[in-house]
Structure formats: C-alpha cells, structure tokens
C-alpha cells in the first residue's frame, strides 16, 4: 500500500539543537515528496520539496531534506532550531498520478528555550 | 499576491444539517484540492478539480460533494452532518495537476 510513515509523534529539543525529523514512504514508483508545516490552528505552509535532481533539497526557514531512495526516505533537517520551529510537521507524496497528497501522521515539534 | 482564502473560518452545526465551504485559489493557479484533518491527524484527501472537471476522489461518502466555478473557485458541500465530519477543512491549489499543492488557513468545522 501507498503511505507516509513518520516514526516520531513527539520530538523535543533545545533552543540551538540540531533537528532532524524521520520520514519513509512505500510507493512503487519515484514519489514527489513534499514537508509542510503547520502552526497551531493554521493551515498548512510549504517547507521545501522533491521533484527530483539534487537529492538534497533547501527550503524556507532554514529546513533541507535529503531524498535517500535507497532507504525510501525523505529525513527534515535543521543545524539550529529556534523557538519559533515549534510546531507540527507532516511529510507528503503524490499518488494516483499527482491528483492527490498523501500525508504522514505528522512529528510534533517542541523547543525548549 | 494573495495565497488562499477560504471562507467561513470556523462554523458550528448540529447533525442533519448541510454546510457549503467556500475557497479561493491563488490567482492563476487553475487546481483546487480539499482535504480534511481530523484531531491528531494528517490531512486526509477527499476532492481535486481541474479546470471545472472532478479528477480525483478520497474515500469519502456521497454526503461529500464539491465543484468549481468557472473562475477556478471551489465549495465543498457537505450533506447529513455526523458529529464525525467534525474537522478541519483544509482547500489546496495548485496551477495544474502534478503540481505544487499551497493550502489555506482552511475551515474549522464543529458538529454537535
């Protein structure tokens, strides 16, 4: 089946600690890969994606994920995170041809100054 | 430029009532896609439009219906409301299918 796994419900860290957050897929085919990240009560806003090239990808804020299809993953990263990262983070694909995200469970995120 | 707008932000209905979302897409941008977000959960897909054509259903029951109007706008109509349709709506456009998906601060809805 075609799905999204983030293995961390919760991840805590300090103000200045490095981040990464998990993210596998099972899909037949190169997904698009996508993290989103949404604050409390607020929709969801686009943190970086992969289409493909590059397997390393850099986004808004500070975030870069690296595509790995060797381990279908699309791990988050961040070298410092601030107190304004926390929040929840999902991980998405497109299946069924692109007519449809596919969403991870999401990582809660909180930041301990 | 403006992202996506949706309309109402919160709203309230008790079961066996009918509620209409309403979204905006970012101008120019010609796909609009719905999902809903329960509690806890990741977004679940239920609709995408394409130029005023359905091309794509979530596992949702009939009570779910959507369009989109000729100027790429969309409602998502909901019929028979259960205390389960109780979620956040979220609406995502894109300017085709394949594309990038941006969404909306989307529509809380609360059914008692």
Do not use: M
Not at chain 2, 37 to 49: H, R
């Amino acid at each position: 089946a075609q799905s999204v796994t983030q293995p961390d419900i919760h991840i805590t860290v300090s103000e200045g600690a490095s981040l990464e957050l998990r993210c596998n897929y099972s899909y037949g085919a190169t997904p698009y890969l996508f993290w989103y990240v949404q604050s409390p009560g607020q929709g969801l806003q686009l943190l970086l994606k992969y289409f493909s090239g590059d397997t390393l990808v850099q986004g808004i804020k500070g975030f870069e994920a690296e595509f790995k299809r060797s381990q279908s993953s699309f791990n988050l990263r961040k070298p410092s995170v601030h107190w304004s990262d926390a929040a929840e983070y999902f991980c998405a694909f497109f299946t069924g041809g692109g007519n449809k995200l596919t969403f991870g469970t999401g990582t809660q995120l909180k930041v301990e100054l | 430029d403006a992202g996506v707008t949706q309309s109402p932000t919160h709203l309230i209905k008790t079961r066996g009532q009918h509620v209409t979302l309403r979204c905006s897409p970012i101008s120019g941008h010609k796909s609009v896609s719905w999902y809903q977000q329960v509690l806890g959960q990741g977004p679940q897909f239920i609709f995408q439009y394409y130029e005023k054509e359905e091309r794509g259903r979530g596992n949702f029951p009939d009570r779910f219906s959507a369009r989109q109007f000729p100027n790429y706008s969309s409602e998502l109509n909901v019929n028979a409301l259960l205390l389960g349709d109780s979620a956040l709506y979220l609406c995502a456009s894109s300017l085709a299918l394949g594309e990038t998906q941006y969404f909306g601060p989307g529509t809380r809805l609360l059914v008692l």
